[in-house]
């Protein structure tokens, strides 16, 4: 009897896996068409701000849903309190491939750095380009890129210092793009702090494979740091600074049941999520000068 219950159990949340995974995929494919379709009324001038809101307003939608489904139990609200503030350094740890997907869900002038492979992606790529977000083509480019945003167009910069997602809960060491930033351009540093109990598209998790749902997630507004002294003794603040809020928390579910979905739309929607945030942004950010 148990053994059925169980089996029941694996199969109601591979169906919700395939669910989600599907309903991401059809609402970025409806959010590249309405931008598309927008763009042809609006002036150059205001397509990088509109594209950005509806980004915004498409990951709300569809966290949303899963939340109310009960597929997610998301706590994001504390971030919103950053809406309205400029020109400000966002940082955040990087436990799952849905974590730049929250924070942009709650902040519309978000500008994300990204590989340069998204821009060609055919559920991303033309929101990406509209929304101005930055391809990681060389250190330099990322650099100045990011500084213009700041301190010219006021954009938040959002950037995860270990440039990879994390295994178990467990911080990657922090690379140094972010203290670079910071120095260049004066501006503050807003830390953001993920929770889950689940490592569910963390590290080492296939985008295939079922969590016991639902997956419950915390995302909230941490210390703000202004830097003043040198960029590599910052960045390793910032990175102590992290394990001490995460020491006690961390994934405890170790195990899941797994499906392979049809290999077409498991290859786009892996490639999608793991193309949005840059997994190789900061590799050479050390020896930048």
Request: charged share 20%; glycine share 6%; hydrophobic share 45%.
């Given at each position: 009897?148990?053994h059925?219950i169980?089996r029941?159990?694996?199969v109601?949340n ?6 989600s995974?599907?309903l991401?995929?059809?609402?970025m ?6 931008l598309?379709i ?7 001038g205001?397509r990088?701000e ?8 498409t ?5 949303r849903?899963?939340?109310?489904l009960?597929i ?7 971030i919103?309190r950053l809406?309205?503030e400029r020109?400000?350094?966002?940082t ?6 849905l974590?730049?997907l ?9 500008v994300?750095?990204?590989?340069a492979?998204v821009?060609r992606?055919?559920?991303f790529?033309h929101?990406a ?5 930055i ?5 330099r480019?990322i ?8 301190t010219?167009?006021g954009s938040?910069l ?6 990879t ?12 793009t972010?203290?670079v930033?910071?120095?260049r ?9 993920i929770e889950?109990e689940?490592?569910f598209?963390?590290k080492?998790w ?10 419950q ?5 941490g ?11 910052f ?10 809020e995460l020491?006690?928390a ?6 899941a ?19 949005l945030?840059?997994e190789?942004l ?6 930048f000068?």
């Amino acid at each position: 009897m148990m053994h059925l219950i169980n089996r029941f159990k694996h199969v109601r949340n591979v169906l919700i896996l395939f669910f989600s995974l599907l309903l991401l995929a059809i609402f970025m494919i409806v959010g590249s068409i309405g931008l598309a379709i927008q763009s042809a009324f609006l002036a150059s001038g205001k397509r990088r701000e509109n594209a950005r809101r509806v980004i915004t307003a498409t990951f709300r939608l569809y966290f949303r849903i899963l939340d109310d489904l009960h597929i997610l139990r998301l706590d994001l609200s504390d971030i919103d309190r950053l809406q309205d503030e400029r020109g400000l350094i966002l940082t955040s740890n990087h436990p799952s491939l849905l974590d730049a997907l929250l924070i942009t869900s709650r902040l519309p002038n978000v500008v994300c750095i990204m590989k340069a492979q998204v821009l060609r992606n055919v559920l991303f790529g033309h929101g990406a380009k509209m929304a101005g977000y930055i391809p990681n083509d060389s250190i330099r480019t990322i650099v100045s890129d990011a500084s213009r945003e700041l301190t010219e167009v006021g954009s938040q910069l959002l950037l995860f210092p270990e440039g990879t997602r994390s295994r178990n809960g467990k911080i990657n060491p922090f690379q140094g793009t972010v203290g670079v930033i910071a120095r260049r351009t004066n501006a503050d540093v807003q830390t953001i702090v993920i929770e889950s109990e689940s490592g569910f598209l963390g590290k080492g998790w296939p985008v295939w494979r079922a969590p016991a749902f639902p997956v419950q997630i915390r995302v909230y507004a941490g210390k703000r740091f202004s830097v003043k002294e040198e960029g590599k003794l910052f960045v390793e603040q910032l990175q102590r600074y992290y394990e001490q809020e995460l020491q006690d928390a961390g994934p405890t579910e170790t195990e899941a049941a797994s499906v392979t979905l049809l290999p077409a739309s498991q290859a786009v929607i892996e490639e999608t999520c793991d193309e949005l945030v840059s997994e190789e942004l900061i590799s050479n950010g050390r020896s930048f000068k």
